[in-house]
């Protein structure tokens, strides 16, 4: 049995198995809302298997045929918060963005933060798992891969708004792009200083900005 403590060692990130039955649905996603509220009440230090476990009314054992670690738990909960602000990009995308003008996308930037601020927030635990996968060794990889994901897509859709070629070069300045844009989400939710509204407004000119010097360093003008 694994410890939580993963030290130097890499960590195994895979769940042991999806669950099929009902009743493994059940208890796997017992484990998934038990961790999510542990996020919220006690915080990425003091987590573990064992409280996960008694919150969600198994034993410790049976969390351990599902997931090998806490890490693989939140693990799961952040590929969940990845989908779930995806499902948001791709609505964004649908309704402000295709068979739009060009100009649609950078017009909708707002809106796009606004609704990736509102995937995070409803989901339980959203902001904890965020700073999960920002401060967990063995959770910044897939942070990383999960935001290279969204700037290959962002930056494809933005390429064939402009008509330019997606070179490496216009993914890295996406990619910078990206991670303004979830600059400006964190700050409208974890900030009580702050009012959401003008970090996602501010966020907004900020990606926009950084947007049409990208488009200059392609050679295009959006004049």
């Not at 493994?24 to 573990?48: D, N, P, Q």
């Not at 409208?188 to 003008?198: F, I, Q």
Request: proline residues 3%.
């Amino acid at each position: 049995m694994q410890s939580d403590d993963n030290g130097s060692r890499e960590v195994e990130l895979v769940e042991k198995h999806q669950p099929k039955q009902a009743r493994a649905i059940k208890t796997y996603e017992a484990i998934l809302t038990a961790a999510a509220e542990l996020l919220v009440e006690v915080g990425l230090e003091r987590i573990s298997t064992n409280l996960i476990a008694e919150r969600a009314g198994i034993t410790v054992p049976a969390l351990y045929r599902y997931f090998p670690n806490k890490y693989s738990v939140l693990n799961a909960l952040g590929a969940r918060l990845m989908d779930h602000q995806n499902e948001a990009f791709s609505s964004w995308h649908e309704t402000h963005v295709a068979g739009k003008p060009a100009s649609a996308l950078m017009e909708s930037m707002e809106e796009m933060l606004r609704q990736t601020y509102e995937a995070t927030r409803e989901l339980t635990g959203g902001l904890e798992i965020m700073h999960g996968m920002q401060v967990l060794g063995p959770l910044q990889k897939v942070r990383l891969q999960s935001h290279w994901t969204v700037a290959e897509a962002f930056g494809q859709f933005w390429c064939d708004q402009y008509q330019v070629p997606f070179t490496a070069e216009v993914a890295q300045r996406v990619r910078i792009a990206v991670e303004i844009g979830f600059c400006a989400v964190q700050i409208a939710l974890e900030d009580s200083r702050m009012d959401p509204n003008v970090a996602l407004e501010e966020g907004a000119t900020a990606l926009r900005l950084y947007l049409i010097h990208v488009a200059q360093k392609a050679g295009v003008s959006l004049e």
